[in-house]
């Protein structure tokens, strides 16, 4: 089961954290999410999971619930990087 690390600005950091969405939309691909934030960047944050499919985890991330979840949790979607270990 690869590592993924998302890397993403967003609305307003404390919010994101906070925020159970993630937990919600990534439950049926992805397990052991941990969330960070870059100190001093009050926008940048990551997050790290462990996703046994790539392609589920893609066709949510492309849903309209994956939509949803990055407006509700203040995502910026065209800061979204996505790096699998490799």
């Known amino acids: 089961m690869p590592k993924l690390i998302a890397t993403h600005e967003v609305d307003d950091v404390a919010h994101w ?3 159970s969405k993630r937990d919600e939309v990534f439950s049926g691909v992805a ?3 941990m969330t960070y934030v870059l100190p001093g960047d009050s926008n940048r944050v990551a997050l790290s999971m462990d996703v046994a499919d790539m392609d589920a985890l893609d066709a949510m991330m ?3 619930a994956g939509a949803e979840a990055m407006k509700h949790d203040g995502v910026r979607p065209s800061t979204v990087v996505m790096y699998v270990q490799g």
């Open 17 to 19: 954290l906070a925020s």
């Open 31 to 33: 397990t052991n999410l």
């Open 62 to 64: 492309k849903s309209d």
